[in-house]
């Protein structure tokens, strides 16, 4: 029993130790670096929780069967801070997700990229948000 | 209003020679907010109340490249600020597909911020003078390295070898920025201060009567604090640390020290100092800057949205079958 918490520490310690966030290989746990993805469909739904935001999507393939995949994002609050709000991506809104699918095969992706249709990045970090309105449009 | 600013900044350096060593930029940020005065709760404390954020591209400990360089000049700050959002950003798409999936999403979804701390420091830890964290104890380097070993050989086991934060448990202590969720609420009542941590919904509700710490056999995941005042800081002391924490390598022996001063309208200034004689060789202290924060702290419910963990489970478990195939 003992060593289960120091092994629950030691995962501790592997966030703790300053290493970037990206550097704790759950996304490499989760996704599969071999399968990259590209896909286009409509936001039916976005799932605004914690620790990951969650944004489905219908994807139509070539003989007209549609997907509903999961792309996972991140934390929502930063982006409320910014001033997004769940208005900011509504259902309908037409995406394309650049990415990597999940390891055990279903319809899950993490979205290195997400762009509108003519190629307008979502929700503009916010180093690159001076002047520009939420949902990446330019004003 | 411009020229009573240099006036006073003129006036400070005067009369307290040690700020004419540290750099302008911090005799700037003393002097812009010698002109204001603290607000007090109705019992006559500072007030440290509000939404405060400690995001910082400061890095914990001083860069190796940048060793004896204690302050960087306007220009370098710059220039690092810049190569570091740069490097930093999850909008990268070079180095390949591995380095594609382990930055995972959009930089947008992140608050790393873009500005080193305003007095300018290389490191947050001002002590010791290299900004590095101390050696660790031959005993605390071994438990270390037999934790990290077990960790890689059970990584992807079950939930309980996953980290803290995949685990929706806790964020943990010191106050120290991350990627994100940077945001914590300090709510103060008579005889109690309460520091809620957006990340991972943790509130701490701390005693300044003076009442003794708990147990040594209660041992909690925030520790147990308590606090007093020192004039106008706010002095939390914390102890009785779980085993299931750590903190660069600390856990159950931690002795944490926090300091809260309320320093400008927009500003406090947190210090903390670590003391744990079982894990490091000497103790070691630092200092982030808390900013008012823009909005709300919002809830961080995370169990119940954990996907991601399942996910993980799941994705190894296909993985050791697709291999048990081949």
Known sequence: MRRKWMVAAAAAAFVAMGLPVWAHHAFAAEFDASKPLKLQGKVTKWELVNPHSWIHLDVKDADGKVTEWMVEGGSPNSLFRLGFTKESLPPGTEIVVEGYAAKDGSPRAVGASLTFTDGKKLFLSSSAANGSAPGGEEK | ?326
């Open chain 2, 1 to 326: 209003m411009r020229g009573s600013v240099l006036v006073v900044t003129a006036a400070t350096l005067a009369a307290f020679p040690a700020l004419s060593q540290t750099p302008l930029a911090a005799a700037k940020v003393q002097a812009a907010n010698k002109a204001w005065t603290v607000p007090r709760t109705p019992d006559g404390r500072p007030d440290l109340q509000g939404v405060w954020t400690n995001t910082t591209i400061t890095p914990l400990e001083r860069p190796p490249e940048l060793a004896g360089k204690a302050y960087f000049t306007p220009q370098e700050a710059a220039e690092y600020e810049k190569k570091t959002v740069a490097t930093q950003t999850g909008d990268r798409r070079d180095g390949g597909p591995e380095a594609d999936v382990a930055r995972s999403y959009n930089e947008f979804w992140r608050d790393r911020g873009t500005k080193v701390v305003p007095d300018l420091r290389t490191s947050l830890i001002v002590d010791p003078p290299d900004g590095r964290v101390p050696a660790l104890t031959p005993e605390a380097q071994k438990r270390v390295a037999e934790t990290a070993a077990m960790m890689r050989a059970h990584a992807t086991d079950g939930p309980e070898y996953r980290n803290l934060w995949e685990r929706c448990l806790t964020r943990g202590l010191p106050m120290l920025p991350g990627p994100y969720n940077n945001d914590f609420q300090i709510v103060q009542a008579p005889g109690y201060v309460v520091i809620l941590h957006e990340m991972i919904h943790d509130a701490r509700i701390i005693p300044l009567d003076g009442r003794p710490h708990v147990p040594q056999s209660v041992r909690q995941w925030m520790g147990d604090g308590r606090g007093h005042w020192e004039g106008d800081t706010l002095v939390v002391e914390t102890t009785n640390f779980s085993e299931k924490t750590n903190f660069r390598g600390a856990n159950a022996g931690m002795h944490l020290v926090e300091r809260f001063t309320r320093v400008g309208p927009e500003e406090i200034r947190y210090e903390f100092a670590v003391d744990d004689p079982t894990t490091f060789t000497k103790p070691w202290k630092a200092e982030i800057p808390m900013t008012k924060a823009e909005g709300q702290i919002f809830e961080y419910a995370c169990h119940e949205g954990n996907y991601a963990l399942a996910d993980i489970l799941r994705g190894a478990r296909a993985a050791e079958a697709n291999q048990g195939s081949k």
